[in-house]
């Protein structure tokens, strides 16, 4: 339960700023989350509200963390799908990248399956 918190918490802090920065300063997170590793355009305010929602979901999940859960599965399948169809070949061909989001991504994927309730988030 524990591990749970803590994974919320992290979501909290990372979601939180990207959340903000991306909606309400998407030419500075450009520069600073997405490291220039895109051309800008309006599709970083759509990644503000996508982790904003994460954010807000991740304050619920302090108080009911195996309810939540969900939200951590959510994250695991997207992480990995971004990291598997646009990081990985980017990587390879040598074009740019978000290389501290790829890492923060990686590590995400290999800490949320140890830490999701599996039996629980698939018992109902």
């Known amino acids: 339960m524990i591990s749970l918190k803590i994974v919320y918490l992290a979501n909290i802090l990372v979601a939180g700023w990207i959340s ?5 300063a998407p030419k500075a997170a450009q520069i600073t989350i997405f490291t220039n590793g895109f051309v800008y355009s309006e599709a970083f305010r759509l990644v503000g509200a996508l982790w904003g ?22 994250q695991l399948i997207y992480k990995s799908s971004w990291l598997l169809f646009a990081a990985l070949p980017a990587m390879l061909n040598n074009e740019p990248y978000p290389k501290a ?13 140890f830490v999701i309730p599996w039996k629980t988030l698939f018992a109902y």
């Open 101 to 113: 989001m790829a890492t923060f991504f990686v590590v995400w994927v290999l800490v949320l399956p």
């Open 53 to 74: 929602a994460i954010f807000v979901l991740s304050i619920l999940g302090l108080f009911f963390p195996t309810n939540m859960s969900l939200i951590l599965l959510f």
């Open 20 to 24: 903000i920065t991306s909606l309400f």
